[in-house]
């Protein structure tokens, strides 16, 4: 039997019952499918063919240009929420693409756990040891999900053992697979002592599961053929001898992780996973702040945005922000406090996103996820609170890999430009700069990928066709330090020096070389490869 994870405050029920978490894998180990399957058994059935549409555009290479074309799909998909047993789930996207690292990054600053999936016949994968890296950068509790047991998979105990090698992670079995490929039977559910039979032919049928007294129940024998009855035992019991005991502590620290068996297409092992969640996975959690920390069971309500998404109508310049409730239980018509500009804002239309399509949120908890429709209000790190003058922290934005110029293809338009650039900053799409001599932009992007996805938004949403050409510089970082020093500096570096978005100081270059003189010879200045979002 697992240790549940006692060690947490007492939290009010409603909130205790919440669990707010992402899904990171490589593209094609089943992500898709195994949402569908929660929306499923969330009892949100109607959304499964829209996610099947998001899947399906995934492959093509452009999925995000297709899935803009179609924002109802993307946006619903940003964040959904669903009930499963006693458990309330808010299952946030991460971008498909490894290119969207900053975006991915900052989504999973608005989540208390992830799930990693992972293809039995694969392993881990490039994409998932990315994705997992950013996960350990904040310590989130990972579970593990190896799909495609019914398809040839490689030996339970090598995935294991790559697991743990290659991301450094104890690993736990919380199912151990019986047979695999066209003998895949089921699992052995090693936290319940319960036999799980997946039905092959009716793929959203409930499994067989059969409660066991251990391993020696003879019942097993009559329901598992002998060779494999054998390999199981033996394995069952070498796992207990090798393998580490699951240990709620080691995974809320992010050390451990429980690792399930299954086959998402066949729907088996995915209510066996949501239980995982609900009973050992993280409600929301403590969030750092300035001044001060902020607890999921403080009465007042306080919340960040993590991601803005604009353009939902094309007929509307509306945005949407995504709000992570960090506490407290909001009510629709709450007048927050808007931190960064000390101006009340009345959430009258708060949007949740309640699997099928979005609905007015009449209320909503701490670990919660909303949209807030707005003129621009609202930007990515923005705190909203009841008044105290917090700032949630570990948002970064990262300093650009890539930088490019860009202009409108009719110079008569540079205005709209202007605008569409601004606005695609604000939503963190990209970064925007504009240099102290010269007219024009530079823009900012992590990957390659992201010119033409910006390229393609901007015709599309703002019918206006640009170009992106190579810039002179090629690494960008903001830089800071006493006032008068740094006027000094931006005076006799003009030439380097540009604003971001936000009106903050940045030095562009081309040569690290420009970087370590700087750094050399005005030890008063610091330059920075991220800035906290404020
Ligand atoms: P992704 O979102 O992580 O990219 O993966 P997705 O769910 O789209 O799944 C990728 C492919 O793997 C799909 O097949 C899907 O049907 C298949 N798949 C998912 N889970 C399982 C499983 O448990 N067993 C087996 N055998 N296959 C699984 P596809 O042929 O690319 O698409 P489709 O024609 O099925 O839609």
């Known amino acids: 039997m697992l240790d549940r994870a006692d060690n947490q405050p007492a939290l009010p029920p409603e909130i205790g019952r919440r669990r707010t978490f992402a899904i990171i894998s490589h593209p094609d180990a089943g992500k898709t499918t195994l949402?569908?399957?929660?929306?499923?058994?969330?009892?949100?059935?109607?959304?499964?063919?829209?996610?099947?549409a998001k899947g399906e555009a995934r492959r093509t290479r452009s999925d995000f240009m297709k899935m803009e074309q179609d924002r109802g799909i993307s946006v619903s998909a940003s964040a959904m929420s669903f009930e499963f047993d006693r458990w309330w789930f808010n299952l946030v996207d991460t971008p498909g693409h490894s290119d969207f690292s900053e975006d991915t990054y900052r989504t999973l600053t608005a989540?208390?756990?992830?799930?990693?999936?992972?293809?039995?016949?694969?392993?881990?994968?490039?994409?998932?040891?990315?994705l997992f890296e950013v996960c350990r950068m904040r310590d989130l509790p990972i579970l593990t999900f190896c799909n495609k047991m019914d398809r040839e998979s490689r030996d339970t105990f090598e995935i294991i053992d790559e697991i743990q090698e290659l991301l450094a992670l104890d690993v736990a079995p919380a199912s151990w697979p019986i047979g695999m490929g066209r003998e895949f039977l089921g699992c052995y559910d090693m936290i319940n002592d319960r036999l799980e039979l997946m039905d092959r032919a009716d793929r959203n049928v409930k499994a067989a599961s059969i409660e066991m007294k251990g391993l020696d129940d003879p019942l097993l024998d009559e329901k598992i053929p002998p060779h494999l009855l054998e390999k199981l035992r033996e394995d069952v019991e070498m796992a207990r001898e090798l393998l580490p005991r699951f240990d709620a502590q080691a995974f809320h620290d992010g050390s451990m992780t429980p690792i399930w068996f299954g086959s998402a297409i066949n729907s088996f092992g995915v209510r066996e996973l949501m239980a995982g969640i609900g009973n050992y996975g993280p409600p929301p959690q403590v969030r750092p702040a300035e001044p001060r920390q902020v607890s999921a069971d403080e009465s007042k309500v306080s919340g960040f945005v993590f991601k803005v998404q604009a353009n939902m109508d094309p007929k509307h310049r509306d945005r949407v922000a995504f709000l992570r409730l960090c506490s407290g239980h909001f009510t629709r018509g709450m007048k927050l406090h808007h931190v960064r500009t000390k101006k009340p804002m009345a959430v009258s239309n708060p949007v949740m996103f309640l699997a099928s399509e979005r609905e007015i949120a009449e209320d909503a908890w701490a670990g919660d996820i909303i949209g807030i429709p707005n003129h621009g209000q609202l930007r990515i790190g923005d705190a909203l609170t009841e008044g105290e003058d917090l700032r949630f922290t570990g948002i970064p934005s990262f300093a650009?890999?890539?930088?490019?110029?860009?202009?409108?293809?009719?110079?008569?338009?540079?205005?709209?430009?202007d605008k569409a650039l601004t606005q695609f900053a604000e939503e963190g799409a990209a970064k925007l700069f504009k240099p102290m001599i010269g007219s024009g932009w530079i823009v900012g992007v992590v990957g390659a990928l992201q010119f033409e996805v910006l390229a393609s938004r901007i015709e599309l949403e703002y019918g206006l066709p640009?170009?992106?050409e190579p810039s002179q510089f090629t690494s960008a970082r903001w830089i800071a330090g006493p006032k008068d020093k740094l006027e000094a500096f931006m005076k006799v570096n003009k030439g380097h020096m540009a604003e971001d978005h936000d009106g903050d100081p940045v030095y562009l270059t081309r040569l690290q070389w420009d970087i370590d003189r700087v750094e050399r010879d005005f030890p008063e200045l610091r330059l920075t490869a991220t800035k906290e979002m404020h």
């Open 35 to 52: 949402t569908e399957k929660f929306l499923l058994y969330g009892g949100a059935i109607q959304m499964a063919g829209q996610v099947r």
């Open 111 to 130: 989540v208390d756990a992830a799930i990693m999936v992972i293809d039995g016949a694969k392993g881990v994968e490039s994409q998932t040891r990315k």
């Open 400 to 417: 650009p890999e890539l930088l490019q110029s860009v202009r409108a293809a009719d110079p008569m338009k540079a205005k709209h430009l």
């Open 466 to 468: 640009v170009r992106f």
